[in-house]
């Protein structure tokens, strides 16, 4: 990855860190689950509204670092108003890209891009999966905490 390349999505996920979308929470939500990273005991919690099978909004209240609060806001911007099928899709999609030895061929629209930097890091990838893991339990309905570990 080329140095330019790596600034800039250090300054996307800077940017979501300091002024996350859709942090907050939800009244009344359709499901909701809690995200812990016990290494670090940091932990996020999801909110989703349901209209159908589609995600009407999400909301995350996180205790977490740069790279899970930046996860979250892209996550979220990203599925909002998508199917809940197409959540699992894009969920094991992202998860995939992460540990994959090719270099990730994707769109210059992907709103994925901005976190294939976390690759260099797999201290960091937990990080980076941990409010995918909670929206997809969030989605399903479960009330249960979900663990990096
Ligand atoms: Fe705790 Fe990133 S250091 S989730």
Sequence with gaps: MSTDLRDLY???ILEHSRNPKNAGTLDDPDGRATGNNPLCGDRIILYVKLDG???KDAKFDARGCAVSVASAS???EMLIGRSIAEVRQEHK???DLLISKDDPCL???DELSALMGVREFPARLKCATLP???LVAAVDGNETDVTTE
Aim: charged share 40%.
């Design 10 to 12: 250090q300054e996307i």
């Design 53 to 55: 099978d589609r995600i």
């Design 74 to 76: 892209i996550m979220t």
């Design 93 to 95: 999609r992202f998860a």
């Design 107 to 109: 769109a210059d629209d």
């Design 132 to 134: 995918w893991e909670a």
